[in-house]
């Protein structure tokens, strides 16, 4: 089995893909979207991407290519994020990592380097690779790193805003692996129209059954301004019989749009 993740090697996707992929291949590309894309193509077993952050929300590069590309979600990792300062020593005027975890660290960044630039690429790994590459370069990222890496020290750890910082990761495979067991379902509505209480109708067949949702997020269409693309996960199945008729429910009020399941799944919590 094949399971691609954002790299190089190092990245936190590669630290939760391990847990996925139980030894077997990973396989690295540098673009969410280009994960995404390979699985519904049928050219990976599984793709393993960061969807949500505890401090700075959507990874909306996923979630973006959720709607755009058919695919199944099989499972959910999280994972705590503890983010470490990398350079080969304190004379570096530039901070490279990924634009989530340069946002994750920000009030570090400006109590204790302010006056340092700041660049996203596109992985912490590839932060990392920089920072190993040119000393005027430091990164974000695991502090393992560093150990692969004789030129750099670690200046400072648990440099994240939150003490708590996690990512939640979901796994994709092919769209024909949907499955409707496991405690938590996601889904995509797009209903391509918009009156009052449009949200409410899509949100009411779900109170009325009492299931819960973990995360209600918009996305922008792409069509037109202020036309959305709504992003559902609930604490339920799709085998159970309240989840699909809240399903039916809303399919019958976007008939002019469009619902996509994702599909149900069990929740990890991983910890390295
Ligand atoms: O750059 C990495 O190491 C990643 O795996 C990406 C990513 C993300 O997309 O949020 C994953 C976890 C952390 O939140 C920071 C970055």
Same mark, same amino acid.
């Given at each position: 089995m094949t399971t691609l993740t954002l790299?190089?090697?190092?990245?936190y996707s590669h630290r939760a893909a391990q847990a996925v992929a139980d030894g077997d291949d990973i396989e690295f590309l540098e673009s969410v979207t280009a994960i995404v894309e390979a699985v519904a193509d049928g050219d990976a077993d599984r793709g393993v991407v960061a969807v949500?952050? +505890?401090?700075?929300?959507?990874v909306t590069e996923s979630l973006d290519a959720f709607a755009e590309y058919d695919v199944a979600v099989v499972q959910e990792i999280i994972t705590p994020i503890r983010h470490a300062l990398l350079a080969q020593?304190? !004379?570096?005027?530039t901070v490279a990592s990924h634009a989530q975890a340069l946002a994750q660290c920000r009030g570090f960044l400006e109590e204790h380097y302010p006056d340092a630039n700041l660049e996203a690429v596109a992985s912490t790994a590839r932060g990392v690779q920089r920072a190993r590459e040119d000393a005027s370069f430091a990164a974000i990222g695991h502090p393992a790193n560093a150990a692969d890496a004789e !030129?750099?020290?670690?200046? %400072?750890?648990?440099?994240?805003?939150? +003490?708590?910082n996690a990512t939640r990761f979901l796994v994709v495979a092919p769209a !024909? !692996? =949907? +499955?409707? %067991?496991?405690s938590k379902s996601s889904f995509i509505v797009y209903p391509d129209v918009d009156y009052p209480g449009l949200l409410l109708e899509l949100l009411e067949p779900f109170a009325d059954r009492d299931v819960n949702f973990t995360r209600v997020e918009s996305r922008p +269409?792409?069509? =037109?301004?202020?036309d959305y693309v709504f992003h559902m996960d609930v %604490? %339920?199945?799709?085998?159970e019989e309240r989840t699909q008729e809240a399903l039916a429910d809303v399919e019958d009020i976007v008939e002019e749009g469009w619902v996509r399941r994702l599909g149900s799944y069990d929740s990890e919590t991983v910890l390295y």
């Open positions: 790299g190089p090697a190092g990245t949500e952050n +505890s401090i700075e929300g959507s020593d304190e !004379e570096f005027d !030129e750099l020290q670690v200046l %400072a750890e648990d440099i994240q805003d939150q +003490s708590s !024909e !692996e =949907r +499955s409707d %067991a496991g +269409s792409g069509e =037109r301004l202020g %604490a %339920a199945g799709l085998y």
